[in-house]
């Protein structure tokens, strides 16, 4: 069975970090290009952080740019959206996803509100 659990959100004064967490199982992870979408209240989803299969390739939207940073670790299954210097405009629910050609497989998703 495919999952992906995503950890706990929060909620995150302006200016704070937080570090999401993706936990894959069911299929071989590390064939997988691996992303964080999220998407606010409202609004669509958005492709905020991409990395390859390997690792060695990542990409971010201007939006967090500098911000956010997304990592993975093949032996734990496991990707990773390190955020710093959030702002009120990064609250969101935030969903990992995995693809492989014709495969995508979703996170449940989790709340990260970002408000003093």
């Known amino acids: 069975q495919v999952r992906l659990v995503e950890s706990r959100g929060g909620l995150v004064q302006p200016g704070g970090s937080l570090r999401l967490s993706c936990v894959a199982s069911?299929?071989?992870?590390?064939?997988?290009?691996m992303r964080w979408y999220r998407q606010a209240y409202g609004k669509e989803r958005e492709l905020v952080a991409t990395?390859?299969?390997?690792?060695?390739?990542?990409n971010y939207p201007d939006s967090v740019k500098g911000r956010f940073t997304i990592s993975r670790d093949n032996a734990k299954n496991t990707v990773y959206l390190q955020m710093n210097s959030l702002k009120p405009e990064d609250t969101a629910v935030y969903y990992c996803?995995?693809?492989?050609?014709?495969?995508?497989?979703w996170g449940q998703g989790t709340q990260v509100t970002v408000s003093s």
């Open positions: 996803n995995a693809e492989l050609y014709d495969k995508r497989y």
């Open positions: 069911g299929f071989t992870f590390s064939s997988y290009v």
């Open positions: 990395i390859t299969s390997t690792g060695r390739t990542t």
